[in-house]
C-alpha cells in the first residue's frame, strides 16, 4: 500500500501532506504530553520493533506470505498518538533507506497508514472494546480493528489515486479495498496473535500502556476532524452521487484538459466514472458491508478460540 | 548473520556521495517534481523524461553503487507500480495513460533509489533537524534507525532457534509460532528499551 | 579514614526490586578516589544493581539513595544531573549503550548534555576517539563495528563526560582474548576512581587493588586482590575459580 512517487498529482501530495503534518504535530503533542521521559525510548523501540517484525514472513497460499502492518498492534502497546509517530517513522525509514514509497508521496502514505489506519483502527478497537470486556474483549477488538486499519488505509489510498486522476475511481476504490479485505484478515490474525503472546507473557506491558495514554477530548475530535476532512475531500467528489459532486469532477476534469491544452494523455476518468458510479458504487459499499459484518463475527470467534485453546494446554 | 548490509551502499565514497545532503535532497525533489508535473508523453514529453533519465544514469555511474544492485532493487520495487498502472488500462484512453505511469513511476523509483542509496540516514536526520522537526521525532527516528538493525538480528537468532527444534507444523502452528516469536521479541523490546533509558540518564540525558 | 577523600561510600544499602526479589542486603563499603576496586560474585549476586545504583539510576524512587556518597555528596533528585557526570556507567551490553545512529553522535552525547558549543564537541570526540584506538570512525554507524570496537566507543563516550568515578559492567565478557588485553591496557592508565564488575578475574587481579565478593545481594568478603582472588576455596564456593595469573607454576 506504499505508493511510490508518481502516481499522485501535485494537489493530492499537497493536500494530504498538510493533512499528515496536522495529524503529527497533533499526535507528537499528545505524546509528549502523556509520556514520563522513561517511556521516550519505548517509541523509538516499538518502531524498530514494527520494523522488524514486519520481516517475519507469514506463509499464506500457494507460496505467497503476507507480513503485519501493524498499526492497531503498535496502538494497543504504546497508545494511539505514540503510535501515530511509530508507524510514521516506520514509513519514513521505508522511504529513506529502502525506496519503498515515494518521498513526495510520504505524506499521503503517513495519512492513509499513520493516520487513517492506526487512529481509525485505534478508534474501532476502543468502541469495541466498550461492548467486549476482558482479555478476550480485547483480542477481538484487536483482530476486528486490525481488519478495518487496513480496509480503512486502502480505501484512503484508492481515493487518492482517484482525486489525483490516476486511475478511475470505480475501478481503484473495489480493487483497492478488495485486496485489502483479503490482506486484512492476515493482519487481524498476526495482530490478535502477538497480543495473545504479550498477554500471556508480560500482561501488565499491555495494561499499563492502556492506563498512559488519556487523549484529551479535543485532540481526539481534532484527530477525527483530520481524518474524515482528508476523507471528504478525497472521495467526496466520487461517493456522492448528488450532480453537484459529479459536477465537480467534471469541472476538474476540464480544467486539466484546458490547463495543458491539446495533445494531452487523455485525461482519465471522463464519462465512464460518471455513468457508472451508482452501480460499482454500491457494489463496493454492499460488499464491504458485508466484509465487515462477516469480519466482526470472526474476530469475535477467533477471540474465543485463542482462549480456550489456553485453558485446554494448562 | 548481521543485517548491516542493509544500507551499505549509502557510505561510498564518490563525487555524489561527497555532496552535502542538503543539495542532494533539492535536486532528488526537483527531479521528482519534474517528473510528476510533466503533464504529457508527446515529442517533447519523451525528451524530457528521456534527458532526465540520462542524468539519472549519468549520477548512478558517478556513484560507484553497482548497476546489478540498482537494477535488483528497481525490479523488486515495480510491483506495486506495475499493478496500479494495469488498473488504468481499463479506462478510456487508458494505454497512453499506462506508459505515462509507467514512465513516471520508473524514474521516480530510479531517483528514490539513488537518493538513498546515497546519503546515510544521519545525514536525513540532521536536515530534519534543520528543519526543526520536533525533538520526539528525531529521538524516535535516530532509536529506530539505531535498533532496527539489532532487532532484525536478534530476530533471526530466534527464529533459528526456534527452527532448530521444530521437526513438523502446520500452516497454523507456524503461525502461532511466528506470533509467539514477535511478542517475545516485544517483550525483549520493551527491556532493552529500559536499559537505553538507563543509558542515556547515565549520560546526562533529561 | 576521612571522609574528603572517599569517592565512593555506600551504608547499609538494600534494593528490592518491583518484582520484589531480593537483589541487594545491606551493603556497605567505601571506595578511596583514584582507587581501582574489583567487583565479582557469581550471576545474579547484585554486581549490576550495585553499580546501577552509584550514578542514581536505580531506585526509580529515591527512598535508598541517602545511604549512598558520591564524593560526600549523598545522592538525591536535586543533585542527580551532577551525579551523572562525576560518575559514568559502562553498561553490559554495548548494543543497550550506543543509542546513537553514528559513532560521533554517541560520543557526543554526553558533552551536550554537558552544555559544550558545537566546536568543544567535535574536538572533545576527536581526541577521545583517538585515545581509545579509534580514530577516524567519526560517521560510522555502531551496526557496522566489531564486538571489540563498539566496546571501545562505549568507552570513548563515557570518558567524554569526563567522569570522575567510572563503573564498568562487565566491560570485557564478549571479547576475544587479543580485545581484552588490549581493553585491560585501555583501562589501566585511566586515572579516574575505577570499580569494575567481572567474571574476568585475570583482568581483575591486573587492574584492581582491592576486591568485593559479592553473592546472593550480600558483601561476603573484601580484601586486597592479591589474597582474595588466590584463596581457591573461597573462590569455588561463591561459584568462582582462581585467577590464572595467581595460579602457582605460571
Request: include cysteine; aromatic fraction near 8%.
Amino acid at each position: 500500500m506504499h505508493i511510490p512517487d508518481g502516481f499522485l498529482d501535485a494537489k493530492t501530495l499537497a493536500l494530504s501532506g498538510a493533512l499528515a503534518l496536522g495529524a503529527l504535530a497533533l499526535a507528537v503533542r499528545t505524546a509528549q504530553r502523556n509520556l514520563p521521559p522513561r517511556r521516550v525510548p519505548l517509541i523509538g523501540i516499538t518502531a524498530a520493533f514494527v520494523f522488524a517484525a514486519q520481516m517475519l514472513n507469514f506463509p499464506v497460499a500457494g507460496g505467497t506470505s503476507g507480513h503485519l502492518l501493524g498499526g492497531v498492534l503498535a496502538a494497543t502497546m504504546v497508545g494511539p498518538s505514540a503510535a501515530v509517530l511509530v508507524i510514521t517513522c516506520v514509513l519514513i525509514i521505508q522511504a529513506f533507506l529502502f525506496a519503498d514509497g515515494g518521498i513526495l508521496a510520504l505524506g499521503a502514505n503517513v495519512f492513509n497508514m499513520a493516520i487513517v489506519g492506526t487512529i481509525g483502527g485505534y478508534g474501532i478497537y476502543w468502541l469495541v472494546r466498550r461492548v467486549a470486556s476482558g482479555l478476550r474483549g480485547q483480542l477481538m477488538a484487536a483482530a476486528f480493528a486490525a481488519w478495518c486499519s487496513v480496509v480503512l488505509a486502502a480505501g484512503s489510498c484508492a481515493a487518492q489515486l482517484a482525486f489525483s486522476g490516476t486511475v478511475a475511481w470505480t475501478l481503484v476504490l473495489p480493487v483497492m479495498t478488495g485486496i485489502h479485505m483479503l490482506i486484512g484478515i492476515g493482519e487481524s490474525l498476526i495482530t490478535a496473535l502477538v497480543l495473545l503472546a504479550v498477554a500471556r507473557t508480560r500482561p501488565e506491558l499491555l495494561t499499563e500502556i492502556a492506563d498512559g495514554h488519556k487523549g484529551l477530548l479535543w485532540e481526539r475530535l481534532a484527530f477525527g476532524l483530520l481524518i474524515a476532512l482528508g476523507l471528504a475531500v478525497f472521495a467526496a467528489p466520487f461517493a456522492s452521487r448528488k450532480p453537484d459532486g459529479l459536477e465537480y469532477v467534471a469541472q476538474v476534469q476540464r480544467f486539466e484538459h484546458k490547463a495543458v491544452e491539446k495533445n494531452i494523455v487523455p485525461a482519465p476518468l471522463p464519462d465512464y466514472t460518471i455513468r457508472g458510479i451508482s452501480s460499482p458504487g454500491m457494489a463496493t459499499a454492499l460488499a464491504g458491508g458485508i466484509g465487515t459484518v462477516l469480519m466482526f463475527g470472526f474476530a469475535f470467534l477467533l477471540a474465543r478460540a485463542l482462549l480456550q485453546n489456553k485453558s485446554h494446554a494448562s | 548473520m548481521h543485517h548491516d548490509f542493509i544500507d551499505r551502499y549509502s557510505r561510498l565514497d564518490s563525487v555524489v556521495h561527497r555532496r552535502a545532503a542538503g543539495l542532494k535532497l533539492a535536486v532528488a525533489l526537483a527531479l521528482l517534481l519534474a517528473i510528476i508535473l510533466w503533464p504529457r508523453l508527446d515529442k517533447s514529453g519523451l525528451i524530457a523524461f528521456a534527458a532526465i533519465a540520462v542524468v539519472l544514469l549519468g549520477l548512478a555511474a558517478l556513484s560507484r553503487i553497482p548497476p546489478g544492485f540498482l537494477a535488483t532493487r528497481l525490479l523488486m520495487l515495480e510491483p506495486f507500480a506495475l499493478g496500479i498502472a494495469f488498473l488504468s488500462l481499463f479506462q478510456p484512453g487508458g494505454g497512453q495513460t499506462f506508459l505515462l505511469l509507467l514512465l513516471r513511476s520508473t524514474l521516480c523509483l530510479f531517483t528514490v533509489l539513488l537518493l538513498t542509496n546515497t546519503m546515510p540516514f544521519a545525514d536525513i536526520l540532521r536536515v530534519l533537524k534543520r528543519c526543526r522537526s520536533p525533538s520526539l521525532l528525531l529521538t524516535t527516528l535516530a532509536l529506530m534507525y539505531r535498533y532496527l538493525f539489532v532487532l532484525i538480528d536478534e530476530l533471526e537468532r530466534m527464529q533459528r532457534a526456534r527452527a532448530a527444534r521444530t521437526f513438523r507444523g502446520g500452516r497454523w502452528q507456524t503461525w502461532r509460532a511466528l506470533a509467539l516469536l514477535a511478542g517475545e521479541l516485544f517483550v525483549r523490546s520493551t527491556e532493552r528499551a529500559e536499559r537505553i533509558y538507563a543509558a542515556m540518564c547515565a549520560r546526562g540525558w533529561k | 579514614m576521612s571522609t574528603a577523600h572517599q569517592a565512593i561510600e555506600i551504608e547499609n544499602l538494600s534494593y528490592c526490586y518491583p518484582d520484589s526479589s531480593q537483589a541487594l542486603r545491606a551493603i556497605s563499603f567505601s571506595v578511596a578516589e583514584g582507587e581501582c576496586v574489583g567487583l565479582i560474585g557469581p550471576n545474579g549476586a547484585g554486581k549490576s544493581t550495585l553499580l546501577l545504583h552509584l550514578n542514581g539510576i536505580l531506585p526509580e524512587t529515591q527512598r535508598n539513595a541517602a545511604h549512598i556518597r558520591i564524593f560526600a555528596e549523598p545522592i538525591s533528585r536535586d543533585n542527580l544531573p551532577a551525579i551523572r557526570r562525576t560518575v559514568g556507567v559502562l553498561f553490559q551490553n554495548p548494543d543497550d549503550q550506543l543509542f546513537c545512529p553514528t559513532v560521533f553522535e554517541d560520543v557526543a552525547f554526553g558533552p551536550r548534555q554537558a552544555g559544550l558549543s558545537e566546536p568543544e564537541v567535535t574536538e572533545k570526540v576527536r581526541v577521545t576517539l583517538a585515545a581509545v584506538g579509534l580514530h577516524g570512525f567519526e560517521r560510522k554507524s555502531p551496526h557496522h563495528l566489531s564486538q571489540g570496537e563498539k566496546r571501545r566507543v562505549c568507552l570513548a563516550g563515557v570518558l567524554a563526560c569526563e567522569a570522575r568515578v567510572l563503573a564498568l559492567d562487565e566491560p570485557t565478557s564478549d571479547l576475544d582474548p587479543r580485545n581484552r588485553r588490549a581493553f585491560t591496557a585501555l583501562l589501566k592508565p585511566i586515572r579516574a576512581t575505577k570499580i569494575i564488575a567481572s567474571h574476568d578475574l585475570n583482568m581483575i587481579a591486573e587492574l584492581c587493588q582491592r576486591v568485593l565478593l559479592l553473592d546472593g545481594g550480600e558483601l561476603v568478603a573484601e580484601g586486597p586482590a592479591a589474597t582474595l582472588l588466590a584463596n581457591e576455596p573461597l573462590m569455588l564456593e561463591h561459584g568462582l575459580e582462581r585467577a590464572r595469573a595467581l595460579q602457582p607454576g605460571r
